[in-house]
């Protein structure tokens, strides 16, 4: 089995764990709410997968294993993963966006209070 991919999988999980908790932490909760639909999708996109004639017969790299036949408990790692590697691509591409070219609406509106004295 390749290490190196689960290693960085659990490497871009471990970042994104930790960046959600300081959202919490610092009270963003739209973007850890943000994150954790990030993970539920990359497992639902990861169980359609192996459930679809299309790519159930895909051999995970360095396996001999099939994406049809991973168990539950593969397949939500291999979702959060997926989402975390997503959250990671989205972030080094807001990095390199500073005229904000990429914007997109906002997933949740917060409504602002405004203290009016």
């Known amino acids: 089995m390749d ?12 970042l994104k764990v930790m960046s959600t908790a300081k959202n919490v932490a ?19 996109v990861v169980l359609v997968a192996s459930n679809v ?3 159930e017969a895909y051999v995970l790299a360095g396996t001999a294993q099939t994406l049809g036949d991973l168990d539950a408990w593969g397949t939500i790692f291999l979702g959060v993963m997926a989402g975390s590697l997503a ?8 990095a390199f ?3 904000d070219s990429a914007a997109e609406p906002a997933l949740f509106h917060v409504a602002q209070h405004r203290d009016v004295t």
């Open 53 to 55: 004639d299309a790519t």
């Open 97 to 99: 966006d500073s005229t």
């Open 87 to 94: 959250s990671v691509i989205y972030d080094f591409k807001k």
């Open 3 to 14: 290490t190196v991919p689960i290693l960085l999988g659990l490497a871009f999980i471990i």
């Open 26 to 44: 610092g009270g963003a909760v739209v973007a850890a709410v943000t994150q954790l639909l990030t993970w539920v999708a990359g497992v639902l």
